[in-house]
């Protein structure tokens, strides 16, 4: 061995390595390539990938909308021939904060083991993510439409549709080009985040991303060996019900809700990507609270005035567009809800998917 | 050792390797290892201690040279010079506290002048003191060593960790009340107390050659060593310190080898391994026995990976440096037996071990008056030993039980090599059934190892049963 050798062993190992990150960079974006751990070696998860504390959660929040789908029990396979397939999108509140799988909306849903009168299987799959950006919504009902669903049942509530709430969620910044295909496709009011660089784009710019994937799948295995994908505090402190004596609701204080400023147009968007598939959309529970100042507010979130314009106006625009729809604003008692004025407690989801139960069962039997 | 302080120490090292040779080499070996001392200890609850104990090493490092150092070697000129070059080290370090609000070397602000000034007369005192009124007899080695053992036994013990944090909030005038188990993270003391006691003993028995005071602490604070091994010994040591550097594109292309190797086990294979290797956390939410091994086993892969990783950084580091460290790992799960394993699993660690445990143990039990026998004897040592270094890891029933499982095996495998010796031929004689026969106890010996990892990646011995009876089935 000799100092020259060293030498060409050095230049020739940058020059591998600044070509692999021009290629790299050069190559299709990370959209599309899907592979992954789950289905094969490990089962697949009951709802997107997220979670702050990854060390007790064994789950984690990333970007990679194809990774995160990819991992889950959705994506195991092609569809049987004898499933009805529902999907649900929406926010913390469909995720399921505080709840294990089974107590989710979905997992109370598919339970319930309903079976259409031609002897399809009614499966209803968790797509929910605990952000609140109807954009983010869109984003993730592009994706599960590579999933074959018969049905998407969408759940939103009023603090989706501020038009600058859109890109807050990271999901909706880390997803430039996602969001801009939207904007382009669907004309949306929406400014996208800028494109990624050059330089994000090279391996070493995207080495978050590909350690995030990694991460994904390492957990995989605490999850498959405990069920667990969430960390369940023993205490958490409940959703406020004295309330402040504060009528604003973003930078609005009333009478009206600016309708220009809500992001309506992504019920039309998302008819448009849904396609054939039928989209219903329901407006979610949220706590009523009895508290002090409830007769100013709802809940930490809402004026009342804002709430009250905001179904009126979701009614008249889903049947504008031609959405079925489900106002279950107010199914749920104070009581059932825990750290959040959207968030349920399992009787509390029970309670909620008892009617929506009843509702969907008389769609598909009118539809059918 | 982080990503960030091998990268450092990794630019250090070449460049010093490439431009400096052996210009200044002790002197950049003996800066290079105190700073990093300084840099590497992370910050704790107890105030200015993140200065204070690596301070202590040096003390410590200090005295013991001290101890095991004739008159007339200590009073050298080069001794004095190197002990001045210490004090301003030390000094210089503490300066830092004028550059910024907070650590700039240190993890946090450094203490004012003043009371480091004090430690530092303290130090010098202590040191004059013990060469004053000492020789390197085997007395006053023997309370060093008892001291260090002391010291040792007060940082492994929670209970005696916590009286001990206990002390020192109340010297830097904190609540004392607040004292726990982790204040008290004394970067590096297990392999420098290893270190120390060696050449304490050596000196005892005369089998220690003299050594400069920078040589000595370049041999007890070698910064690419100094947080996790390997356990070199001084004689070992001062034939590279001391020798001219050899092909510098040899030591450089085999030392990158292994740090590139090391770094790729310790931070992709072992962190990854750790997401999901068993630990007190996931041991009660586990649910089916096949799931529960996969843990066990990452805990196995993990934990080799881990600290064979940074013994190639390390090795890797030295041969940049011109030290060839010793071996302390060699495929140690590819052994027939449980004595394999152990000659080839933390190599450094389990010859000090047998060099001042075992065999003094072995010698003194075999030449008592009423001799035991020998059977009992192999008993008493391999399981004398190995709580021994369970021990080592920490106090806790925990680390008694994973010695007790170790020590046992030892025993029981060295009582079957006995009675398997006369039918060796026998088995020689069949080359498939021989070879058939070392794979299966590979695989056994991994799995003794595999199982004894949950008594030692556990907290309490309950936990640990839990998981071994969920390992087959319970």
Same mark, same amino acid.
């Given at each position: ?31 599309? *390539? ?13 709802? /997107? ?42 926010? &913390? ?52 439409? %590579? ?46 985040? =800028? ?130 729809? /489900? ?10 809800? +825990? ?30 | ?14 460049? %010093? ?51 095991? +150092? ?46 480091? @000034?004090?430690?530092?007369? @303290?130090? #010098? ?21 008892? !001291? ?12 005696? !960790? ?16 607040? %004292? ?11 392999? #420098? ?5 060696? +050449? ?9 050659? !003299? #050594? ?21 010994? @001084?004689? *070992? ?6 020798? /001219? ?32 290797? @068993? ?14 091994? #996969? ?58 071990? *047998? ?8 010698? &003194? ?5 009423? =001799? ?69 106890? +590979? ?32």
């Amino acid at each position: 061995m000799s100092l020259k050798f060293l030498r060409n062993v050095v230049l020739k190992a940058l020059g591998l390595f600044v070509a692999f990150n021009l290629v790299f960079a050069v190559l299709p974006p990370m959209e599309g *390539r899907r592979w992954s751990l789950y289905q094969g070696v490990l089962p697949g998860r009951e709802r /997107l990938p997220f979670g702050e504390t990854p060390q007790r959660s064994y789950n984690l929040s990333l970007y990679d909308l194809d990774a995160m789908m990819a991992s889950l029990r959705l994506a195991n396979g092609h569809k049987p021939a004898d499933e009805f397939r529902v999907v649900l999108i929406g926010d &913390s509140a469909t995720w399921g904060t505080l709840l294990r799988p089974q107590e989710t909306l979905a997992g109370q849903l598919d339970a319930v083991g309903l079976q259409l009168p031609d002897g399809r299987q009614v499966r209803f799959y968790n797509l929910g993510y605990p952000t609140m950006s109807l954009t983010k919504d869109l984003m993730i009902l592009d994706a599960a439409m %590579a999933y074959e669903p018969d049905l998407v049942i969408w759940l939103v509530t009023l603090e989706s549709l501020p038009g600058d709430k859109q890109l807050e969620s990271p999901l909706a910044q880390n997803n430039a080009q996602r969001v801009q295909r939207f904007v382009r496709m669907y004309d949306l009011p929406l400014s996208a985040p =800028p494109m990624p660089t050059f330089w994000q784009r090279t391996w070493v710019g995207q080495r978050r991303a590909l350690a995030d994937r990694l991460r994904l799948q390492l957990y995989g295995v605490m999850w498959a060996a405990t069920g667990i994908d969430q960390d369940y505090p023993e205490t958490f402190t409940p959703a406020a019900r004295n309330l402040e004596a504060d009528a604003s609701f973003h930078q609005w204080t009333g009478p009206s809700l600016p309708e220009e400023a809500m992001f309506y147009e992504a019920f039309k968007a998302g008819k448009q990507i849904a396609g054939n598939v039928p989209l219903l959309v329901v407006n979610e529970p949220i706590l009523v609270s009895k508290g002090q100042n409830s007769e100013v507010r709802y809940n930490f979130y809402y004026p009342r005035w804002a709430y009250d314009d905001y179904r009126q106006q979701l009614e008249e625009k889903m049947n504008e567009i031609g959405l079925p729809y /489900l106002d279950a604003w107010n199914v749920v008692p104070e009581a059932e809800f +825990t750290n959040s004025a959207v968030h349920l407690s399992p009787r509390g989801v029970k309670q909620f998917a008892e009617v929506m139960q009843a509702w969907l069962w008389d769609w598909m039997l009118a539809n059918e | 050792m982080t990503l960030m302080h091998i990268l450092v120490f990794g630019a250090v090292a070449l460049v %010093a390797r490439l431009f400096l040779r052996e210009i200044g080499r002790g002197w950049l070996l003996l800066a290079g290892s105190v700073l990093a001392m300084y840099w590497m200890q992370p910050a704790m609850p107890l105030r200015e201690m993140d200065f204070w104990l690596p301070t202590v090493t040096l003390a410590l490092t200090v005295f013991s040279w001290v101890l095991i +150092t004739p008159e007339t070697v200590r009073q050298e000129r080069k001794q004095w010079v190197t002990g001045g070059v210490l004090a301003a080290l030390v000094l210089g370090v503490a300066l830092t506290r004028y550059l910024g609000a907070t650590g700039v070397l240190t993890a946090t602000r450094p203490p004012q002048t003043g009371a480091v @000034l004090m430690g530092l007369a @303290l130090v #010098v005192g202590i040191a004059w003191l013990l060469g004053r009124f000492t020789r390197p007899a085997g007395r006053v080695l023997t309370v060093a060593v008892v !001291t260090l053992i002391g010291l040792f036994v007060v940082l492994k013990w929670p209970l005696l !960790t916590v009286w001990f944090s206990a002390g020192l909030r109340w010297l830097s005038g904190q609540a004392v009340e607040r %004292a726990t188990a982790l204040d008290v993270r004394w970067l590096g003391f297990s392999y #420098v107390a290893f270190r120390l006691i060696h +050449t304490l003993r050596d000196r005892q028995n005369g089998r220690l050659p !003299t #050594v400069s005071l920078q040589e000595y602490i370049n041999y007890v604070l070698f910064f690419p060593a100094f947080s996790a091994g390997p356990i070199d010994r @001084l004689e *070992r040591f001062l034939k590279d310190l001391r020798a /001219l550097l050899g092909d510098v594109a040899e030591d450089l292309g085999m030392g990158g080898k292994r740090l590139v190797v090391g770094l790729f086990k310790k931070f992709v294979i072992a962190d990854s391994l750790a997401l999901f290797a @068993l630990g007190p956390q996931n041991v009660g939410q586990v649910t089916g026995t096949g799931w529960q091994w #996969v843990l066990v086993y990452a805990y196995a892969l993990q934990i080799f990976f881990d600290f064979s990783g940074y013994t190639d950084i390390a090795i890797g580091l030295g041969r940049w440096l011109g030290i060839r460290l010793p071996e302390n790992f060699n495929a140690p799960y590819l052994k027939p037996n449980l004595t394999q394993f152990w000659n080839n699993w933390h190599m450094t660690l389990t010859q000090w071990f *047998r060099a001042y445990f075992f065999n003094p143990l072995t010698r &003194s039990l075999r030449t008592a008056r009423k =001799p035991l026998p020998a059977t009992v004897v192999i008993l008493l040592t391999q399981v004398g030993t190995m709580v021994l270094i369970g021990l080592w890891h920490g106090i806790g029933w925990n680390f008694v039980l994973w010695g007790l499982w170790h020590g046992l095996g030892l025993f029981v495998q060295n009582r079957w090599t006995e009675w398997m010796r006369p039918r060796m031929a026998w088995l020689e004689a069949r080359p498939r059934i021989a070879a058939g026969g070392r794979v299966l106890a +590979t695989v056994l010996t991994f799995h003794y190892v595999a199982l004894g990892w949950v008594w030692f990646a556990l907290p309490t011995p309950t936990d640990s049963l839990t998981v071994l009876l969920r390992l087959v089935g319970g």
